[in-house]
């Protein structure tokens, strides 16, 4: 794409005279995950040749590459779209960024110019506070990281980010808009906040939470806010529990005040080829979207994931009838260095 060999030309400019590449070792990781996926369709939003197969599975293969500031992350997914005949396997590049330090006379400002993936919120089964991160991590969707310059301070025990980027306007479309925000993130006690606020078009406002109940139970609560033609709401909030051996449960709820939230929470890789087709913008009931899940460190390189997901009509729980999905993903990652 156009915009990241631009990126490319103008970091490489800005930071050539930097690289130490000599005494600098090249680190590396390696990751590659299956998943499985199972549904069952009850009284769904979408019609039902719109609506994915009851099975699918899907995999990638993901490197990292990092070196002097610089990191690269390359994918190798295969198409999983039941309407494309092609399914071999296609590399992407999915962030690309260098790293610098300004220092200063009262603090250093951290600086990264490139397209970078930016995790802020505490779920998993949906990132209201990702707004420059992947919105959910269910699904295998690769995230294309946004073009964009950010700087953050310490402050004692509390960050702050400023950062403008170059974002899709929407899912269907391929025009991009700035969205320039502002981050504080610090810590209570056993608790951690987060402030956002943005301006994208329209402004947006996210808040977080997550607090430490017992050393081995902890809740975490997220919410974003947008005005837009129509005003929307989205909030996440879970609870999780974890012990020394590897074993994590998790209970989260999802909850979007349109359906318009649906397109946040893709099923598989390449679900937006049908779920743009939806003219989400008629969609004006509440969504509500539980989850629970285990996850189980196998070993210090394979991770195991069962989830299962339910989606309540109407934003309400308890319906006879409900869309739902068991979902199993093995995960294996190793990592090194070259000297």
């Not at 295998?140 to 004692?156: I, K, V």
């Amino acid at each position: 794409m156009r915009w990241k060999l631009l990126l490319l030309v103008l970091t490489s400019a800005f930071v050539s005279s930097e690289l130490k590449a000599a005494d600098q070792a090249l680190q590396w990781r390696l990751e590659s995950q299956f998943s499985g996926h199972y549904y069952q369709w009850g009284a769904s939003l979408l019609p039902e040749d719109q609506q994915p197969a009851s099975r699918q599975e899907s995999g990638y293969l993901r490197t990292s590459l990092k070196q002097s500031g610089w990191f690269a992350d390359l994918w190798l997914a295969q198409n999983t779209d039941p309407e494309e005949e092609d399914k071999s396997w296609h590399p992407e590049i999915d962030e690309l960024y260098y790293d610098f330090t300004l220092e200063g006379s009262m603090s250093a400002l951290e600086i990264t110019l490139g397209a970078k993936s930016l995790h802020w919120d505490y779920g998993f089964l949906a990132l209201p506070l990702n707004w420059l991160g992947p919105e959910n991590d269910r699904s295998n969707t690769r995230h294309q990281a946004d073009p964009m310059l950010l700087a953050e301070s310490y402050q004692g025990m509390t960050v702050y980010q400023g950062a403008c980027a170059w974002v899709e306007a929407d899912e269907t479309s391929e025009q991009r808009e700035e969205l320039c925000l502002l981050r504080s993130q610090g810590f209570i006690g056993k608790g951690e906040w987060q402030l956002l606020a943005g301006y994208q078009q329209d402004w947006l406002a996210g808040l977080g939470l997550a607090w430490t109940l017992t050393p081995a139970v902890a809740g975490y609560a997220s919410a974003s806010w947008k005005e837009q033609e129509e005003e929307s709401l989205e909030a996440l909030v879970g609870i999780s529990w974890a012990n020394a051996q590897g074993l994590e449960v998790r209970s989260e709820y999802f909850w979007g005040s349109t359906d318009a939230a649906l397109l946040r929470l893709s099923w598989s890789p390449d679900d937006w080829t049908w779920i743009a087709g939806i003219n989400y913008q008629d969609l004006e009931d509440p969504l509500l979207i539980s989850e629970l899940g285990l996850h189980y460190q196998l070993s210090s390189e394979v991770l195991m994931e069962l989830n299962y997901f339910s989606y309540h009509p109407d934003g309400r729980p308890g319906a006879t009838e409900l869309d739902q999905e068991i979902n199993l993903r093995l995960t294996y990652t190793t990592s090194g260095q070259f000297n």
